[in-house]
């Protein structure tokens, strides 16, 4: 006998003809704090999951896909990244994975919003595992475009684990060639910038190829990736931007001793015959990407529909 449907349910609109649908079991926390919607809710598909502004951040089953993937190509490519900036990642799994590279000597996080932190330590101890009191680890409640434009440090590797640029929400202006122009600029000499861009997938691929043609326009390496996030129901886009390091150049084994002698404990989705599927995107997606001519400036954003 099959079992009744909730009558609860979370649409999550990539357009207004697309959306994908959650079945709610309980919210464990609803506020609207001085910059965002944020819900933590528990679906019985995908357990906990993490909502800004209608929009899907994590889930506790697939939070390590995202994570993994957002992370380990980066820190990978670079030879020894010791000090990291992480933008935004409040739930504190982009840290985790982070500080997992027995490289990194100091890893600074700067979020903008201390309520979502606070909130994540909280109800999410299975993503942050303790990260954020690691002794390498700095927490900073901040706009992380004020922060690096004021900043003098210099960073190996820099993680942009953002929401999506949604109007009128907090991240739209760290995603314009303006704001990669002084993240380039706070990067070590083989310093290396990487990022999720938005839906991989026709027919919603605008956001994607526009901060791949942005970062082209300032970078001389930029590696797209996929990944299929099971509960953002598409392929998600990630982008490796560096002065120097290309992870595509990486064998896979290569990634495996990597993985071995850098990393401390197992992963559970990346090795080296993942990170080859991570940048084998295909043939239509490449071709968009290459043939957008849209640059994003902080006086011509671009929005993603919510
Ligand atoms: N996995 C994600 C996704 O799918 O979009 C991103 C996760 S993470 C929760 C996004 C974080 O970016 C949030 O905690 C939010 O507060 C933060 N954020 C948004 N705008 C920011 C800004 N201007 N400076 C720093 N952090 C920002």
Redesign the pocket.
């Known amino acids: 006998m099959s079992a009744p449907r909730t009558s609860k349910w979370y649409i999550e609109y990539s357009s207004p003809f697309l959306g994908h649908m959650h079945g709610i079991t309980e919210i464990l926390s609803s506020v609207r704090t001085k910059?965002?919607k944020m819900d933590i809710v528990r679906s019985g598909a995908f357990g906990t999951c993490?909502i800004?502004d209608d929009?899907?951040?994590?889930t506790s089953s697939d939070e390590f896909i995202?994570h993994e993937t957002l992370v380990h190509p980066a820190m990978l490519s670079h030879p020894n990244p010791e000090n990291v900036f992480i933008?935004?990642?409040?739930?504190g799994a982009t840290l985790r994975e982070v500080l997992r590279h027995k490289t990194v000597k100091k890893a600074v996080m700067?979020?903008?919003?201390g309520q979502?932190i606070e909130l994540c330590k909280k109800h999410l101890p299975a993503w942050h595992q303790g990260a954020f009191d690691d002794p390498r680890s700095r927490i900073i409640a901040t706009?992380?475009?004020k922060y690096l434009e004021e900043t003098d440090d210099v960073f190996d590797v820099i993680i942009t684990?953002?929401?999506?640029p949604v109007e009128e929400g907090?991240?739209y202006l760290?995603y314009t060639r303006e704001f990669y122009q002084t993240a380039m600029a706070r990067l070590s000499p083989g310093g290396t910038l990487s990022l999720?861009a938005g839906t991989a997938a026709i027919p919603y691929l605008l956001n994607f190829s526009a901060v791949y043609q942005t970062l082209k326009s300032i970078f001389p390496v930029v590696a797209p990736y996929q990944a299929f996030i099971p509960s953002f129901g598409l392929p998600w886009g990630f982008i490796v931007a560096s002065k120097r390091n290309d992870p595509r150049s990486l064998r896979e084994e290569e990634i495996n001793a990597g993985i071995e002698t850098r990393i401390n404990g197992s992963l559970s989705f990346y090795d080296g015959i993942a990170h080859k599927g991570l940048f084998g995107i295909p043939k239509h997606v490449r071709r968009e990407l290459e043939s957008s001519s849209i640059v994003i400036e902080d006086n011509q954003p671009l929005f993603t529909y919510h």
């Open positions: 910059f965002q993490l800004l929009k899907m951040q994590s995202y933008i935004g990642g409040g739930e700067v979020d903008i919003d979502v706009d992380a475009r684990d953002l929401s999506e907090p991240a760290l999720q």
